[in-house]
């Protein structure tokens, strides 16, 4: 454990350049022997086992970290040191070597997940909304109160990018998009 003192756990960071930052820290600081911490520098990083990189809006992440000088650094966390990363929404395209849907001009990623992402698959975010949803559960009784259902854009995974590493990126949903109520089928 590079960043944590022996027998105290583990430290984790989240990049916190932009986005949602602060809920993954409330989450990792609520468990048992994880300390989360915030990440904006290089001798921030250099202090941490593991690095989560939030959702947000990924072209701001990626001219923040230009900006700060810190983007370098984070490929040499993810692509030499193999450090353990994760990526939600934003942090996944950030993450991915192949990414659909770019900005004009392109964008910069960190890269290091062997996957094709689409930056905006479920549309663009004048595209989003809110609606309730009706759930029926098994053993419930009577209607259940509508659950509020907030339907943001969104990446998507397309693929693979090459078959040497396709052992290694396990898929636990698919998505068919040859119907249009849009079917999701999980391991």
Known sequence: MSGSDPGVGVRIGVLALQGAFHEHIVALSSLPGVTAVPVRTAKELE??????????????????????????????????????????????????????????????????????????????????????????????????????????????ILGISSSDKAGKVVPLCMLSLNTSTLPLTCR
Do not use: Y
């Not at 966390?77 to 004009?104: L, R």
């Open 47 to 156: 202090n941490v086992d593991g690095l989560i990189l939030p959702g947000g809006e990924s072209t701001a992440i990626a001219l923040i970290g230009q900006g700060t000088g810190l983007f370098e650094e984070l490929r040499r966390w993810v692509h030499q040191d193999s450090k353990p990363t994760w990526g939600t929404c934003a942090g996944c395209i950030m993450m991915a070597n192949n990414v659909h849907g770019q900005k004009e001009g392109g964008q910069q990623l960190v890269g290091g997940m062997d996957i094709i992402a689409h930056r905006n698959f479920f549309g663009r975010q004048m595209n989003s909304f809110e609606m309730p949803i009706h759930i029926s559960l098994p053993d419930q009784e009577g209607p259940a109160p509508p659950f509020p259902g907030v339907f943001i854009r969104a990446p998507a």
